[in-house]
């Protein structure tokens, strides 16, 4: 097939190489300065594998990169868009980049292909309202929607190998069409009407980062009673009715995607007079993680001003440089809040990406000095550090770990080094019976204990 895919995102590049791969001709529209350096395979994300498969899709002669939308479309089979649709006003999705989309294929002439997939999310009724325009305007195209569920981190290997693959479509032929494209993927399909298959991208994230929440919940409560939050959610995930994944207590979820569908399909509630508490609560438990993270660290510190805090991770989770909505900017904005410094080490994260942000070459050197180190990302390498040289290279040796990565055989190696305070998530802190003076009190209170 000849696809034209808009948008070279986290989404659209990575299905572009995926398609290529499957056989079919694409060709992906971005902006200039964007498709400028893709034809140099310059990447501007970080993904597994995309480097090498860019380039190779680039040399079989199945992958090309355009500027004009009209130009790249004519002649095509299908258009997939997969723009960005960021929260708006009021947490509504700003669908703005979709509508210049639009825009662009009314005002050229005769370039519009047959079928419209939709891959970027939209609020439910969106793909409805998008065909009446295009309709109106003497167009006989039928949009889709064909959402997706990759993670960022494990992008083209979920693209290749989907838990399912969504068509919401009305017609036989829009139905051939994306059976024809996604020929080669192994994966059950489902096959909806369009609103349906709006609603299921929204509905799975929102689960998704219930599940995150609920597991940042009875986090609390295993800190309050002395109990084990990663034994409590093994044995929870071990009913096949719960399932194992998102069950990881820790810093709260982030990235581009669950803030902002959840806050889109609040507002989609609101609009029809709905309340969905489950959200807000789901939203509200996420909204305190940091703040609450951070009140430990001030209450062993006692005054925050003038500390100086080790951040291991920026992005917001591993395998991607993607920083957007992640918790380390809340964290920073705490910092600055109070008086805190902080100096950062992320793997691919490029210095300078955060202004004002103290970017070190290594992790080691995130720890020099600092008053206490906190894991933001569960990096497999943050695991593997000398974790008693960062000890033994920081000012005061508190390690807040946000992601509960370091092993038992880790923790008590650190256990023999002088004043050490391990902080997990979900589970009783431990510390070096030789310890700095501190308020122990303030401790009780925090744990209970
Ligand atoms: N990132 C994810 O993990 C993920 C997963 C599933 C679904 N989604 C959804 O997919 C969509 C895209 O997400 P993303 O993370 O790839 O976004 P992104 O912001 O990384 O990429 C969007 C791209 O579209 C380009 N663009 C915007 N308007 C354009 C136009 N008129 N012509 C050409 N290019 C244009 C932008 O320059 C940008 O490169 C969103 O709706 C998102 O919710 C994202």
Not at 38 to 48: D, F, S, T
Not at 68 to 93: C, E, Q
Not at 244 to 259: E, K, M, R, T, V
Request: aromatic letters at 8%; charged letters at 20%; hydrophobic letters at 45%.
């Amino acid at each position: 097939m000849k696809l034209t895919i808009i948008g070279t995102g986290y989404v659209g590049l990575v299905a572009a190489v995926c398609f290529a791969k499957l056989g079919h001709y694409v060709t992906a529209v971005d902006r200039e300065h964007i498709i400028q350096d893709l034809r140099e395979n310059k990447l501007a994300i970080w993904e597994p594998t995309l480097q090498e498969m860019l380039e190779t899709c680039r040399s079989d002669g199945r992958l090309f990169f355009e500027t004009d939308v009209a130009h790249a479309s004519k002649g095509a089979d299908a258009l997939m868009i997969a723009v960005g649709t960021p929260a708006g006003v009021s947490g509504r999705t700003d669908l703005s980049q979709v509508d210049h989309v639009i825009a662009q294929l009314k005002q050229a002439e005769d370039v519009c292909p047959p079928f419209i997939i939709m891959k970027s999310t939209v609020p439910v009724g969106t793909c409805d309202e998008l065909e009446a325009d295009l309709h109106a305007a003497g167009l006989r195209t039928e949009v889709v929607f064909n959402p997706e569920f990759l993670r960022q981190g494990s992008a083209i290997n979920d693209f290749m190998n989907p838990d399912r693959i969504v068509f919401g479509c009305r017609s036989h032929l829009a139905k051939a069409a994306l059976h024809q494209l996604y020929r080669g993927i192994n994966a059950p399909i489902q096959v909806c009407d369009r609103r349906s298959a709006e609603l299921i991208k929204y509905a799975s994230n929102a689960f998704l980062a219930m599940k995150i929440s609920f597991a940042n919940m009875i986090a609390d409560v295993c800190e309050d009673y002395g109990a084990d939050n990663r034994q409590v959610m093994q044995g929870v995930g071990a009913d096949r009715r719960i399932g194992p994944h998102f069950l990881q207590a820790g810093i709260g979820y982030g990235g581009s995607c669950f803030s902002k569908d959840l806050q889109s399909l609040l507002a989609s509630g609101n609009a029809i007079g709905r309340s969905l508490p489950l959200l807000e609560a789901t939203a509200q438990i996420n909204e305190e993680r940091i703040p609450q993270l951070l009140e430990k660290l001030i209450s062993i510190w006692g005054n925050p001003r003038g500390k100086r805090l080790g951040v291991l991770g920026i992005s917001f989770k591993p395998h991607t440089n993607d920083i957007r909505d992640a918790p380390f900017l809340t964290l920073l904005r705490l910092c600055y809040l109070y008086g805190i410094e902080v100096q950062t080490y992320d793997p691919v994260v490029q210095p300078a990406t955060i202004e004002g942000v103290c970017q070190m070459d290594t992790a080691y050197e995130a720890a020099a000095g600092a008053h206490a180190i906190i894991i933001m990302t569960e990096w497999p390498q943050f695991a593997e550090l000398d974790w008693v040289l960062m000890a033994q290279l920081m000012y005061q040796p508190i390690l807040l770990d946000g992601r509960n990565v370091l092993s038992e055989e880790v923790i008590s190696r650190l256990m023999a080094v002088e004043n050490v305070i391990y902080i997990p998530v979900g589970r009783p802190m431990e510390q070096t019976t030789l310890t700095l003076k501190r308020d122990t009190s303030t401790l009780r209170h925090i744990y209970g204990t």
